[in-house]
C-alpha cells in the first residue's frame, strides 16, 4: 500500500518537475549555510567551512542527482525521451512508418483472426469447472464412434468403478418438446440426472439443481430452464421459481435457471432440463436399456490412460452380462477428454491453420526486420555519433527496442481493425466452417494475446537490427561500405521464401484437392431440389399413424403445386450429414447365415417413398425402383446399390433374391439395384447402400413398434425436385403445410444449401491457406525486391566502373539479377524440402490427391520462381540503365 | 574503536523516523546532526543520502515538509512525524529489536550445555 502511494507521487513528480527542483536547491542551499556557520564556528575561515559542508555533503551534484531520482521514476522519464525521439524519427519517414505498420497489421491481423477462432478449439478452457478432468466415457462401435453407456452398463459402472469422484449421464440428444400455454413455443429438451450439473461445476443462476428424489420415476416432476428461456420467454420474471410450466402435456414445476450462455458437453444448448428419471432397478435388468451420454471426473492425478486400464476389466466383465455374444467384438471402451469429444475433428484443421498464420507472421517480422536494418544503415552515422557521445551499447538497443514496440503496437491496433473484418469474411465464407466460428470474436483474452504477439514480434526484428553495434568508421566514413552487414538481410529474404514456398505448396494442395471435391460427380442432382423438414410435436402427434395421416396429406398437398416434378419422404439426405446406418454383417440373404459381426463394416439404410429416385434423379440400373402400388402391398421391398449388391450377390442376379435383418424376421425383396451415389461425405469413400421402402403403414412413420423391422424414427425429410427455380416453390410449399396445421415448424433448404454447407470446412481451410500463402508470398517477394535494390544502389560506383571499363548492360544485369537468383534457389530448395517434410499433416484433409502430388511443387515452386524474378529484374534493370559517368560522381 | 561506522543499509529510515519521534519538528540539517549526536559520534552520515531518504518517508507518508525558520533566523524546511510515521516507528523499532536479540543470542559466548 505504502509502495503503491509513494509510486503514485513519483509518477505525479514527473509533472511540474521544475519547480520542485527549486524547492530542493533551497533546502539544499540552506543546509550548506547552516552546516558552514557551524563550521565558522568552530574556528574554520569561510571558504575553508563551506568546503567542508560540502564534502560532508558527498557533492552537491551528486544528491541533487540522487534526489532527482528517488523524486520520479528515472526509467519512466527515459522511456517517455526514447518514445518522443522515436515519434519524431516517424515523423520524418512517414512512408517507412506506414509500410511497417501495414505490414504488421497484415500479420498480426491475419493471426489474431485465426486464433480467436482456434482459441475455443485448441485453448481456451472449456465452460466447466475442473474441465482438464472431465471426460467422456462409454462405448463405441461402428455405427457410434461417440462415446455412449447403455442403462445397465452405466450402472454397473457406477457402483465399481475407481478412477472418477463424479460420473453421470445426460440423454443422448436434444429432443423437441413443445411449451404449452397461452404464448405456445418449440424448444429443445434435454434430460440430465441429478449429479449431472454439479459434474460439471455448474449451479443454477436461479433457484436449485434436482434432488435425487427428483430422478427417480414418478418422482416430482420439476424442470430447469434455460437464461435465455427464462430472459426471452418470461421476461426475467424473478417469480418463476415454484411456478408450473407445462412441457409436452405434463406440467412441471420450474426450480432453477440455468446459467448464462449454458452449454452442454456435447455443444448442445437446451431450452429445458429434465430428470433423466431411470428405474435403475429396471436398467440394471433391461437389456439394451436406456442409451444415454455420460460423463466423468478424473480424481486428481489420475490419467486418462490409467483410467482406461481400470475400467477395461469392468467393461469386459460389464460387455460379458450384457451383450450377445457375437455382438461383443463390435464394442470397445472409451475414454477421452472433454475436449478431444468436443472438436477432436478440427483439431488438426485447427492447428494447420494457426501454424500457416504463425508462419504468415514469421514473414511478416522478417519483412519489418529488413527495413528497420535498411532503415538503422541510413542513421548508422547518427548512431555512431550518440555512441561516441557517450551513450552505451544498452541504451542504443533500448532505443531501438522503444522503437520496435511503438511500431508493433501501432500494428496491433490496426491488426485488431483488421481481425474484426476478417472474422466477418471468414463467417460470409463458410458459416459452419469450424466450431465456434460464429462465436469468434475480439475479447480480452484475443486482444491480450494481440500485444503480446505485438510484443514479441517487436523484440524479434527491434532486437535483429540493434545487435549490429555502429562501428567508430562510421564516423569517419563518408558513405558506408556494409556488404558484409547485408548477410543477414539475405538470411532473413531466403528464409522468406522458404515459408512462403511452404504456404504455396500447402495452398496448392488444398486448391486442387477442393477443386477434385467440388468437381466429383455425386452421382444424383442438387439442382432444382427443395427438401423441407417439418418435425412434428410429438405430444400432439403421439401415435405414428397420425404421424402418417399428416406426411401422407402433406405429400399429396404438395404434389398438387404447379411445377412439381417429384415429391418423396426420406429419412437422410446424401451426400452426408446424419443417417441411422446398419453394419452390413446385420444383413444375410436369406437362408445363409449373417457374416461373422464386425467383419464388413457399415452400410448406409435409408427409409424412402417411391418418388425419391426420381426426385434426386438416381439411375436405377437393374430392375426396377419402387413403385405407388409397393406402398400397399403386404411385401418388403428393398433397393441396393450397386456397390452393395455386387457385394452380397457376386456374380448373380440380384433381383427377386431375398435378404433378412434377422433370422426369424420377415425377408425383404430385393427389386431393383441403383447407381451408386455419394454418401459417406464429400472427402469420404462411399458406402454401400440399401434403400427400405416406406409403405403406407403406420410402423414406417415414426415410433418403434416393437419386433417389426421398421424405419428409425427420424424425422422424415420431405424432397421436392421443381422444374422452377426452389426459391420460388418454397412460400408455396410453406403454405401448403401450413393449411394442414399451421403450428409446425418448416425447415426449408434447396439441395444445393445443403451440398454447400458440407463443402464448409474445406472451403473455409482453402480459402485461408491461400490467403495466407498469397499474403507471405507478396510480402517475401517485396522483401527480396527491397535487398535487391539496396545492393544494386550500394554497388552504384562499382557498376560505374564496370561500364567504364567496358561491361554491357547485360553484364550488369546479370550481375544484379545474379544475387537475387542465389536467395531464390537458396530459399526454393530449403522451402521445397521443408513442404515435403510437412505436407504429411495435410494428408487428411485431402481429397484424391497425395501429400506429394509432384505437379502441385513444379507450379507452386515455378508460381513463385517467376514472380521473384520479376522482383529482382526491376531493380538490376535500373542498375544496368545507370549512366556511368552519374554513377562515378556519386559517392 | 576510534573509527566511525557507516550507516547501514535500512537503517537510516528507522534512525531518522525515531529521532523526528523525540525531537519534534527538525530540519535536515538539524535531523543530521542530532542522528551523529545519538550515536555517540560513532556514525558517519553522508549528508546527502539523507535528502533522498526522507523523500522516499515522504513520498510513502510517514513524515510531511513545510518550511519554516531556524534557530538561527534561516529559512529551512522542517521535517515532522505523521500519524502513519508513528506507527511505523512502533512496527519496525519492535522488528529491530527482535533481530538484534536473535543476533545476539548467536553472537553470545558458546555455554556448556
Request: with cysteine.
Amino acid at each position: 500500500m505504502r509502495q503503491l502511494r509513494a509510486l503514485w507521487i513519483r509518477l505525479c513528480g514527473m509533472i511540474g518537475a521544475h519547480r520542485d527542483q527549486d524547492d530542493f536547491a533551497a533546502e539544499l542551499e540552506s543546509h550548506v549555510q547552516m552546516h558552514t556557520e557551524d563550521g565558522i564556528r568552530a574556528g574554520l575561515t569561510p571558504a575553508e567551512a563551506r568546503r567542508q559542508a560540502l564534502i560532508r555533503l558527498g557533492g552537491a551534484e551528486q544528491t541533487r542527482q540522487a534526489y532527482r531520482e528517488r523524486r520520479t521514476l528515472p526509467w519512466l522519464e527515459n522511456l517517455l525521451r526514447d518514445v518522443r525521439y522515436a515519434l519524431r524519427g516517424f515523423r520524418r519517414n512517414p512512408v517507412f512508418t506506414i509500410t511497417v505498420i501495414a505490414t504488421l497489421a497484415v500479420g498480426i491481423g491475419a493471426t489474431t483472426a485465426v486464433f480467436s477462432v482456434v482459441d475455443r478449439i485448441l485453448f481456451r478452457s472449456l465452460p466447466y469447472a475442473h474441465d482438464d478432468r472431465i471426460v467422456s466415457v462409454g462405448l463405441v462401435q461402428s455405427l457410434e464412434r461417440e462415446e455412449f453407456t447403455l442403462g445397465g452398463f452405466f450402472f454397473d459402472w457406477r457402483d465399481s468403478q475407481k478412477p472418477f469422484e463424479a460420473f453421470a449421464s445426460q440423454g443422448t440428444m436434444l429432443h423437441a418438446c413443445d411449451l404449452v400455454e397461452a404464448n405456445p413455443a418449440q424448444l429443445n429438451c434435454i434430460h440430465a440426472q441429478a449429479g449431472f450439473l454439479p459434474l460439471l461445476g455448474i449451479s443454477p443462476a436461479l433457484g436449485r439443481n434436482f434432488l435425487p428424489e427428483e430422478d427417480r420415476p414418478n418422482g416430482p416432476r420439476v424442470a430447469l430452464i434455460s437464461y435465455g428461456l427464462w430472459q426471452d420467454h418470461f421476461n426475467r420474471d424473478a417469480g418463476i421459481l415454484n411456478r408450473t410450466i407445462d412441457v409436452d402435456g405434463s406440467p412441471a414445476r420450474v426450480i432453477g435457471v440455468l446459467p448464462k450462455g449454458f452449454e452442454l458437453p456435447t455443444l448442445q444448448v437446451p431450452d429445458v432440463m429434465l430428470p433423466l428419471a431411470l428405474n435403475e432397478g429396471l436398467e440394471r435388468k433391461g437389456m439394451p436399456g436406456t442409451p444415454m451420454r455420460t460423463f466423468a471426473r478424473l480424481r486428481t492425478g489420475v490419467s486418462i490412460a490409467q483410467a482406461r486400464a481400470e475400467m477395461e476389466p469392468l467393461f469386459v466383465h460389464t460387455q460379458e452380462t450384457f451383450l450377445p455374444g457375437p455382438l461383443r467384438k463390435d464394442f470397445h471402451l472409451s475414454i477421452r477428454s472433454l475436449r478431444d469429444r468436443e472438436t477432436k475433428d478440427v483439431q488438426l484443421s485447427a492447428w494447420i491453420l494457426l501454424a500457416s498464420v504463425l508462419a504468415v507472421l514469421l514473414i511478416a517480422c522478417a519483412n519489418v526486420a529488413g527495413l528497420m536494418m535498411a532503415r538503422g544503415e541510413s542513421r548508422e552515422r547518427e548512431l555512431a555519433v550518440r555512441s561516441a557521445l557517450g551513450a552505451s551499447r544498452g541504451r542504443l538497443i533500448r532505443q531501438a527496442l522503444t522503437e520496435a514496440a511503438l511500431l508493433s503496437l501501432a500494428g496491433a491496433a490496426a491488426g485488431i481493425i483488421l481481425a474484426e473484418g476478417l472474422l466477418r469474411v471468414f463467417l460470409k465464407l463458410a458459416p459452419t466452417g469450424i466450431p465456434f466460428l460464429t462465436r469468434a470474436g475480439v475479447d480480452l483474452r484475443i486482444a491480450s494475446f494481440t500485444v503480446l504477439l505485438a510484443l514479441l514480434c517487436g523484440a524479434l526484428f527491434g532486437i535483429l537490427p540493434a545487435l549490429q553495434k555502429p562501428r567508430a568508421v562510421a564516423l569517419a566514413a563518408r558513405s558506408t561500405n556494409s556488404r558484409r552487414r547485408t548477410v543477414l538481410r539475405r538470411s532473413l529474404v531466403a528464409g522468406q521464401i522458404a515459408v512462403s514456398l511452404v504456404l504455396l505448396s500447402g495452398a496448392v494442395l488444398l486448391l486442387k484437392s477442393f477443386q477434385n471435391m467440388e468437381e466429383q460427380s455425386l452421382g444424383m442432382q442438387t439442382h432444382g431440389v427443395l427438401t423441407a423438414r417439418i418435425a412434428l410435436p410429438g405430444f400432439r402427434y403421439d401415435t405414428s399413424e397420425k404421424k402418417m395421416a399428416f406426411y401422407l396429406q402433406a405429400e399429396a398437398a404438395v404434389r398438387r403445386l404447379p411445377g412439381i416434378r417429384a415429391v418423396a419422404f426420406s429419412d437422410s439426405l446424401p451426400p452426408g450429414g446424419w443417417n441411422s446406418g446398419m453394419r452390413y454383417a446385420d444383413l444375410a440373404v436369406a437362408g445363409k447365415p449373417h457374416p461373422p459381426q464386425g467383419t464388413g463394416g457399415s452400410i448406409v439404410d435409408r427409409g424412402v417413398t417411391p418418388d425419391y429416385f426420381r426426385a434426386l434423379n438416381i439411375p436405377i440400373v437393374r430392375g426396377r425402383g419402387f413403385a405407388e402400388e409397393d406402398r400397399s402391398s403386404g411385401e418388403y421391398r428393398v433397393v441396393l446399390s450397386r456397390l452393395l449388391a455386387a457385394r452380397m450377390f457376386p456374380g448373380a442376379d440380384p433381383i427377386g433374391q431375398r435378404i433378412q435383418r434377422n433370422p426369424d424376421g420377415m425377408p425383404f425383396t430385393v427389386v431393383g439395384v441403383a447407381e451408386n451415389v455419394k454418401n459417406g461425405g464429400l472427402r469420404e469413400e462411399d458406402e454401400p447402400e440399401i434403400y427400405f421402402l416406406r409403405r403406407n403403414v403406420q410402423q414406417d412413420w415414426g415410433g418403434r413398434a416393437p419386433g417389426a423391422e421398421v424405419m428409425s424414427g427420424a424425422v422424415p425429410l420431405m424432397i421436392i425436385d421443381t422444374v422452377l427455380s426452389p426459391k420460388a416453390v418454397t412460400p408455396w410449399v410453406r403454405s401448403q403445410i401450413a393449411e394442414i396445421d399451421s403450428t409446425v415448424p418448416v425447415e426449408t433448404e434447396t439441395l444445393n444449401q445443403t451440398v454447400s454447407k458440407l463443402a464448409d470446412r474445406p472451403r473455409f481451410e482453402t480459402a485461408l491457406l491461400s490467403f495466407f500463402a498469397f499474403c507471405g508470398v507478396l510480402m517475401a517477394v517485396i522483401g527480396l525486391y527491397g535487398v535487391i535494390a539496396f545492393v544494386a544502389a550500394q554497388r552504384t560506383q562499382e557498376i560505374g566502373v564496370r561500364m567504364t571499363l567496358g561491361a554491357t548492360k547485360l553484364d550488369i544485369l546479370r550481375l544484379i539479377a545474379g544475387e537475387g537468383l542465389r536467395l531464390i534457389v537458396v530459399g526454393g530448395i530449403l522451402g521445397l524440402g521443408a513442404s515435403l517434410a510437412t505436407a504429411r499433416l495435410l494428408k487428411s484433409l485431402l481429397y484424391n490427391v497425395g501429400p506429394h502430388d509432384p505437379g502441385t511443387y513444379v507450379a507452386a515452386a515455378l508460381l513463385l520462381a517467376v514472380v521473384a524474378l520479376a522482383a529482382t529484374l526491376i531493380p538490376a534493370q535500373r542498375a544496368a540503365s545507370i549512366d556511368p559517368m552519374q554513377a562515378l560522381r556519386m559517392e | 574503536m576510534g573509527e566511525k561506522s557507516d550507516v547501514w543499509q535500512g537503517t537510516l529510515a528507522l534512525m531518522a523516523l525515531r529521532t523526528l519521534e523525540t525531537m519534534g519538528p527538525l530540519h535536515g540539517y538539524g535531523l543530521a546532526r542530532r542522528i551523529e549526536q545519538t550515536s555517540g559520534d560513532l556514525l558517519q552520515l553522508n549528508y546527502g543520502t539523507l535528502y533522498p531518504a526522507l523523500l522516499k518517508l515522504e513520498q510513502e507518508g510517514f513524515i510531511r515538509s513545510k518550511w519554516g525558520v531556524s534557530e538561527n533566523n534561516r529559512r529551512a524546511k522542517f521535517y515532522e512525524l505523521t500519524k502513519a510515521g508513528q506507527r511505523q516507528v512502533k512496527k519496525t523499532a519492535a522488528e529491530w529489536e527482535q533481530t538484534t536479540a536473535i543476533l545476539a543470542r548467536f553472537l553470545a559466548p558458546a555455554e556448556e550445555a
